[in-house]
């Protein structure tokens, strides 16, 4: 009975002539095996939007020197972390209506204005003279760069239901992966008259611009990104009339039968208000995105810091590094993080479970931040082969936590509310990373100027620091209604 009822479902499913996505919905019926295209498709797009997000940092130390505002070297950290931070804020504070702009007017139009965002400010970013012209410019690009939340929906929206796990961890296996290649971009190509000067002089653009060749790259790459996008399909449905008699009376049908299989019709018929307000006292989604906030907000500082930390001179604690050895160390990470996704990351996944994947990662990785302050005791060789080990694993650790508390959230709310719920979890967690990039360079610059403190003397404090905020997140997944949230989901 009940199977005869779905085949009925799908029979009378009514498709609109001019929607674009019941064209989508047809689409999907017809397709059979792996949606390479989609993937594809899906994965530059997160990749575009997350290279700019972080590659600024292996440089942002010498952008800042070379403005001049720092009145000493230690306060070089402190400014650094505002123009880090902008970009966050200004997404903060659009997030809620490129979200709304996204389910009112469609997926791609949201998709393409961020990316035509990256290419135009992206690039004055890196044309940048002065601190506030370098503030200004992040904050638009973060401001109109709104698209993360609308392609988590749309990557539930365009694949098949058995391919729609794989989608999501696409978006953020790209996002992890923009995050380690974009620093490694912009630790090569920052200073390229110095670096290659056989192929750039002082006197060329890139001389009198010396960090706007990691920033160009992004953009062109950005600009090619828009081509194939233009033809991306729209998933949102968009019906001019909303009832007809005869879809009356399909509609009636319809729920007939879904009553028979599932006996909870009001629950679909009332998808509107009820689910939005649902999400705020749906407690295993907001748990989840609270510790997705504090783990969010620890990575966001750690990827600055250690940028900071590494090209910052030996008599601070740092490594003396350049932005070239900076990139170099990233490109690895980056390369061990796709190689760990791809391959070993969904077995452990399915062997341990999401949430102990949280646990297990936010507990190694408290021992290994503390290890970073004696790894500058190091040098040569040893220093080089320790710095690149505990990188990797360090940007491993971070990302499978990431990506299990995105699977977290994801399995705690229905279909029709994966959009709505991504986008608080997007305005939750860009505040949190705002406050990362600010509240790092502060903790920075101020641990330079205590190297001779006995509690945590210099760098110390600066991983101590981040250390507390690993063990809060790591504290709060064993919380009572984490471990319910999980049980639930199971």
């Not at 400010?121 to 503030?135: Q, R």
């Not at 790209?174 to 056989?198: R, T, V």
């Not at 006197?203 to 950005?222: D, N, Q, T, V």
Request: contains cysteine; positive net charge; proline residues 5%.
């Amino acid at each position: 009975m009940a199977e005869g009822c779905r085949e009925g479902l799908l029979k009378k499913k009514t498709y609109y002539e001019n929607c674009p996505g019941c064209k989508v919905d047809q689409y999907k019926e017809l397709q059979r095996g792996l949606p390479i295209r989609e993937l594809v498709s899906t994965w530059i797009v997160v990749l575009c939007t997350a290279l700019p997000i972080s590659s600024l940092f292996p440089f942002l130390y010498f952008m800042v020197r070379d403005f001049h505002i720092a009145k000493r070297e230690e306060d070089i950290g402190y400014y650094a972390g505002y123009i880090g931070s902008s970009f966050m804020l200004g997404r903060a504070l659009t997030s809620v209506f490129w979200g709304i702009v996204a389910d009112r007017y469609g997926r791609k139009p949201v998709i393409v204005i961020g990316i035509v965002a990256v290419v135009i400010f992206n690039t004055l970013f890196g044309l940048s003279v002065n601190f506030w012209m370098a503030i200004t410019t992040r904050f638009l690009l973060g401001s109109l760069n709104g698209l993360l939340g609308p392609i988590k929906a749309y990557a539930s929206e365009i694949f098949r239901e058995e391919y729609q796990a794989l989608g999501l961890s696409a978006v953020s296996t790209a996002w992890g992966i923009g995050l380690i290649i974009g620093p490694a971009l912009g630790g090569f190509l920052a200073q390229p008259a110095d670096k290659y000067p056989n192929l750039f002089s002082k006197e060329s653009l890139f001389g009198r611009f010396p960090y706007f060749l990691p920033c160009l790259a992004i953009s062109i790459f950005a600009l090619g990104v828009i081509i194939p996008t233009c033809w991306l399909p729209e998933t949102l449905h968009m019906h001019r009339e909303n009832v007809s008699p005869d879809d009356s009376e399909k509609g009636l049908e319809t729920g007939s039968c879904e009553s028979n299989v599932n006996e909870k019709p009001k629950q679909i018929e009332g998808r509107g208000p009820i689910a939005k307000e649902s999400l705020l006292k749906n407690w295993p989604l907001m748990s989840s995105i609270i510790v997705y906030c504090v783990f969010s907000l620890h990575d966001m500082a750690y990827t600055e810091i250690f940028s900071l930390w590494a090209v910052s001179p030996r008599s601070h604690g740092g490594l003396s590094y350049s932005t070239k050895d900076v990139g170099e160390v990233l490109a690895i990470s980056g390369l061990g993080l796709l190689v760990f996704q791809l391959s070993l990351y969904p077995y452990v996944e399915r062997l341990l479970g999401s949430i102990m994947v949280v646990r297990i990662g936010g507990v190694v990785s408290i021992p290994l931040l503390a290890s970073f302050p004696y790894i500058a005791l190091l040098s040569g060789l040893s220093l080089s082969f320790v710095v690149n080990f505990a990188s990797v694993v360090k940007n491993v650790l971070s990302v499978s936590i990431i990506t299990a508390l995105f699977l977290l959230q994801n399995a705690a709310v229905e279909q029709h509310q994966r959009g709505a719920a991504n986008g608080i979890a997007m305005t939750a967690m860009s505040l949190f990373k705002a406050a990362g990039p600010a509240g790092g360079g502060v903790i920075f610059s101020w641990a330079q100027k205590r190297q001779d403190a006995a509690f945590f003397p210099g760098d110390q404090m600066v991983f101590f620091i981040l250390n507390v905020v690993e063990a809060i997140g790591v504290l709060m997944t064993f919380k009572p209604f984490l471990t319910q949230k999980v049980k639930a989901i199971r």
